[in-house]
């Protein structure tokens, strides 16, 4: 029988770890999840802290008290090695690639950390109050969104249109929100229902269940609730006790309750009404289907290593249909969405991994003693908030949203630890293990510091540039505002590609902002367009499969009077992407710049004008080359 690691007394560096581990959950969650790159310096340097000191916590364990690695960790290794490997040899993408793997990598390690180290009943309790504070909190600005202010988000920004009436709390997506609930409202709810709670226990669990539930109710999250309402009715089918037609009545028993509760809030709520019929008009899904489909083809093209990690959004341009205009990032189908990037390989070495730990839990099944965590009915319902954030997998990318890949991992290794037991405590550690993980701490902190932090940063810089010049686009301030817009968004991406020189898109937009210099200073177009041409060039040089970045090419060759070197550049672009709107805007405007091809021009527009009907800027166009056409 293991040793009873939760009666233990916590140490210092348990404690160090717990308040690292939830502090950085309180962060990231409230900064939008860590979707910002800004925010992922904060949170990146947080996880090296914590790796750092996991490993200098066993170099200065005492003699006798140090414990072997869990072996459910290992089981995840073998796929953050692969994933590595994909970046450095397969990925077309590779400063995607390496923000993938490091979402990847945090995730685990908060795993990792939490099943190792965050062992007594003390520090584990923190953890998952933790987990249920942030939760509390993100509801509570969740109402505040739903009640009072429609379009409010965090960090100052404004919800789009889509959301609007629909709560994310402190994330930028309702459905994120709704993940995070489903890891926990079950939990609370057992808790709420345990055998021998106290009525204090009861009432507050219970409070908490119903405000988390009340949030979930106000994400109006489709996905969330079909996966919320099957893992309730099957609950009893595989956890209940007694005879089969016990767990029958109960299975049935709950379907009703769901029923009655779905009910209830189509009736009651207009937007609920509105959004389930919209699914049935729409049979289901209308735009999931579409960006599963280029995930299931960009898996076909390469089934063993797929697509590249970080690709899909890129690889997805060849098989993007018609009238289909939108920029998906991710499948929206995490499963489809790690085939895709990863291949067969990668996906068999990570949910693999996950189903043999599954596995290995059930079979063991063997608490150390009777608190809280160990309890059956706990237990179970921590599975049922895993399964049921699982489910919505299907439906959605929240392995790719930092906050929620750190919850659901420290969910799992609560879990894990309880239901299979790590070995006996090991003897006298030497010396040199010791002076070992003192160098892999040092060397944790100066990869950190030396990569991951500047790779973070320098997407900081670019993606804030990037936005910039985005909102002047859509709000065409005045030039002396412009002039200011630009000068910032140069300074910011020159240090960018400074910091971070292997981030491509950071080269395409400094290209973007040369291209734009020539609406305020066209005498000094030919210099701009050798400027942009540059820059076009060492982003080509790092991913030619990216269509924006021949375009940039393409635009500054025709600023230097290129026009057929600029159709050269052209090209590429529509092979790559032979369905994206702004490709033929592009193409059909190089066209208008030739008076030999402007019947060619118009129907470039034509098509981009199929392939968008609302396109303004194609329509503008189209009305500038009739009146060229007709001067000619």
């Known amino acids: 029988m293991p040793t009873d690691s939760t009666s233990a007394r916590a140490s210092a560096w348990e404690w160090f770890t717990t308040v690292v581990v939830v502090a950085n959950l309180a962060w990231t969650t409230l900064c939008l999840g860590g979707f910002r790159p800004e925010t992922m310096i904060v949170t990146s340097a947080l996880n090296a802290l914590l790796l750092a000191a996991h490993l200098a916590g066993r170099a200065l364990a005492p003699a006798g008290n140090g414990r072997p ?153 489709r996905g969330a609730w079909l996966a919320l309402a099957l893992v309730l009715v099957l609950w009893p089918v595989f956890a209940a006790c007694g005879s089969g037609w016990r767990r029958a009545g109960l299975a049935g028993f709950a379907a009703l309750g769901v029923l009655a509760m779905v009910g209830a809030l189509y009736f009651s709520l207009p937007k609920v009404r509105e959004r389930f019929l919209i699914m049935k008009a729409d049979a289901g899904e209308k735009t999931r289907p579409i960006m599963w489909r280029g995930a299931w083809q960009i898996f076909r093209a390469q089934p063993v290593v797929g697509g590249g990690a970080g690709s899909f959004n890129v690889r997805f341009e060849k098989f993007r249909p018609e009238r289909y205009q939108d920029e998906p990032l991710w499948a929206h189908n995490d499963y489809l969405n790690t085939l895709s990037d990863y291949g067969a390989a990668g996906f068999s070495l990570f949910f693999g991994a996950v189903l043999v730990i599954a596995w290995r839990c059930v079979r063991e099944r063997t608490p150390c003693r009777r608190d809280g965590f160990d309890h059956p009915m706990l237990a179970g319902a921590l599975t049922a908030g895993l399964v049921a954030f699982g489910l919505q997998l299907l439906v959605d990318f929240h392995f790719k949203i930092p906050a929620l ?107 973007y902002v040369s291209a734009l210099w020539t609406h305020l200073e066209p005498a000094r177009s030919v210099e701009l367009g050798c400027e942009a041409e540059r820059a076009a060039d060492r982003a080509l040089a790092l991913s030619p499969i990216v269509p924006e970045f021949w375009l940039r090419r393409g635009v500054a060759l025709d600023l230097q009077g290129r026009w057929s070197d600029a159709g050269e550049a052209f090209i590429p672009a529509l092979k790559l992407a032979p369905a994206s709107a702004n490709v033929w805007f592009y193409h059909a405007f190089h066209l208008g710049l030739n008076p030999s091809t402007l019947e060619l021009a118009d129907a470039a527009a034509a098509f981009c004008l199929h392939l968008d009907p609302g396109n303004k800027q194609t329509q503008k166009l189209r009305q500038q080359l009739a009146t060229s056409g007709h001067g000619r």
């Not at 459905?175 to 890891?183: E, I, M, P, V």
């Not at 926990?184 to 507050?204: D, F, K, Y």
């Not at 790590?422 to 902190?445: N, Q, Y």
Request: net charge positive; aromatic share 10%; proline share 5%.
């Open 405 to 511: 890949a750190m919850a659901f991992a420290m969910v799992s290794a609560l879990l894990v630890q309880r239901a299979w037991p790590a070995g006996e405590p090991v003897g006298a550690t030497s010396s040199g293990s010791r002076a070992r993980d003192f160098v892999l701490a040092a060397a944790v902190l100066v990869a950190a510091g030396t990569y991951v932090l500047p790779f973070y940063r320098g997407e900081s810089l670019r993606y804030a540039a990037r936005q910039a010049i985005n909102r002047m686009a859509a709000k065409a301030p005045d030039q002396a505002e412009q002039r200011i817009i630009l000068t910032r968004a140069r300074a910011d991406l020159t240090r960018a590609g400074e910091i971070a020189p292997g981030n491509a898109q950071t080269w395409a937009d400094l290209a």
């Open 69 to 221: 690695f869990h072996p459910a960790g290992w089981w995840l290794l073998p796929f953050l090695a692969y994933a590595a490997a994909n970046v450095l040899w397969v990925t077309p993408v590779p400063w995607l690639g390496w923000r993938d793997w490091l979402g990847w990598a945090q995730m685990i390690l908060v795993f990792w950390v939490v099943l190792n180290d965050v062992r007594a009943r003390l520090p584990r309790t923190v953890v998952f109050g933790g987990l249920v504070a942030v939760a509390f909190v993100a509801v509570l600005l969740a109402c505040y969104q739903r009640f009072v202010r429609p379009d409010w988000m965090m960090l100052g920004r404004t919800q789009v249109e889509q959301f609007i009436g629909r709560a994310s709390g402190s994330f930028g997506i309702p459905n994120s929100l709704a993940a995070l609930l489903l890891l926990l409202i079950p939990a609370l709810g057992a808790l709420t229902l345990r055998r021998g709670a106290s009525a204090v226990e009861r009432v507050g669990c219970g409070y908490l269940t119903l405000t988390l539930g009340l949030g979930l109710v106000l994400t109006i999250s």
